[in-house]
């Protein structure tokens, strides 16, 4: 568990990612969060990775913690983790509308 070893994990995760590897691109970004908690650029990844899965709500915490993170030096990143944010807030709104509405048409 060497802190190290974090970089590594994020830039394996960027290759899985590319790769089209979501779910394993995932466990390395946890990974690297594991070994190096500071590690900025692995929570926007992550998020990112989370909204493409459709995992809305774990996206946004992700995206959270960054703009918490972050240095001020990153304002593009941080202002498109801001727009980032607010998209996600308005899919999982929906998520939940249509869930309760198929709830009621289906019964």
Same mark, same amino acid.
């Given at each position: 568990?060497?802190?190290?070893?974090?970089?590594?994990?994020?830039?394996? %995760?960027?290759?899985?990612? $590319?790769?089209? #590897?979501?779910e394993e691109?995932?466990?390395?970004?946890? @990974?690297?969060?594991?070994?190096?908690?500071? @590690?900025?650029?692995?929570y926007n =990844? #992550?998020?990112?990775?989370?909204?493409?899965? %459709? !995992?809305? &709500?774990? &996206?946004?915490?992700?995206?959270?913690?960054?703009?918490?993170?972050?240095?001020?030096? @990153?304002?593009?990143?941080?202002?498109? &983790?801001?727009?980032?944010? *607010?998209?996600?807030?308005?899919?999982? =709104?929906?998520?939940?509308?249509?869930?309760? !509405? $198929? *709830?009621?048409? $289906?019964?």
């Open positions: 568990s060497d802190p190290r070893y974090a970089r590594a994990y994020f830039n394996r %995760g960027n290759v899985k990612g $590319n790769l089209g #590897r979501f691109e995932l466990l390395d970004y946890d @990974m690297a969060i594991s070994l190096a908690p500071d @590690m900025v650029e692995a =990844n #992550r998020a990112f990775t989370k909204t493409q899965l %459709g !995992r809305y &709500a774990e &996206a946004l915490e992700d995206y959270k913690k960054f703009i918490k993170l972050a240095d001020k030096s @990153m304002k593009e990143y941080i202002d498109a &983790a801001k727009t980032r944010i *607010k998209e996600l807030k308005k899919n999982i =709104n929906q998520s939940r509308f249509s869930t309760i !509405r $198929n *709830k009621y048409l $289906n019964f």
